[in-house]
């Protein structure tokens, strides 16, 4: 952590799934309902999950994320050969919102010395109960969804709505606002819009080669308030 920006950071922003929302915390489940295929199924389910966003971003088709979801799954599925009962989409949906939080989530966002909202490709109807559910409290006006834009990162559209929103908060530079994401892509399409960005590497993964980096990398939760109290000095 040893880049500074220009400006000293005036609020932030921070992506839900895979950052604040643990979405392998299903992964149990799915190896229950699925032997020897639970992990394979959720590696599967998040890669076109992601995949099928970046289409529709793509070909200007945008459907809700909870919808993209349920089409990602049944992809995945068939993609294994895993045959199940008609109500069993259903269940496991029931299943994905029930995700639960990083263990440092909760702390983290009740201790930052800075305004703070969630951006997330999540539409409002599917990311609101996963976040009541996983005991993140945030207010209409920070919680930044997908339907918002009709469109999904790394579209600048996202970011420009979490713009609008920081603004409230005497941000008069997109550097004033430190964006948190643990998915590489989102940090980077966060480091192209110009917020100061910061990237939770949790699993050691290499950088990516797209001409830019993220502003910082850390490994966890934790170390995100320490970056936040020294930004702010």
Known sequence: ????????????????????????????FLEQRFPGNGSNLSLAWRTK???????????????????????????????????????SIREIMDQYKKSRVYPDTLALLE?????????????RDFISPILRGAGIEVSNEALITSDQAHDFKVSPRLYELAFSWAQNYQVEAEREVLFVSANQ??????????????????????????????????THLAQVMELAKELMC
């Open 1 to 28: 952590m040893d880049r500074l920006p220009l400006s000293k950071i005036q609020a932030m922003c921070f992506d839900a799934f895979g950052t604040l929302i643990d979405i392998s915390s299903i992964d149990t």
């Open 49 to 87: 999950q992601i995949d099928y966003s970046r289409l529709r971003s793509l070909g200007n088709r945008y459907k809700p994320f909870g919808e993209i979801t349920q089409d990602a799954l049944r992809a995945s599925l068939a993609s294994l050969n895993l045959e199940i009962e008609p109500g």
């Open 111 to 123: 201790d930052l010395p800075t305004p703070w909202a969630i951006v997330t490709n999540g539409d």
């Open 185 to 218: 892509w989102d940090a980077i399409g966060a480091t192209w819009f110009g917020f100061t960005t910061c990237w939770i590497n949790r699993n050691s993964h290499a950088p990516e080669e797209l001409d830019v980096a993220p502003t910082y990398e850390v």
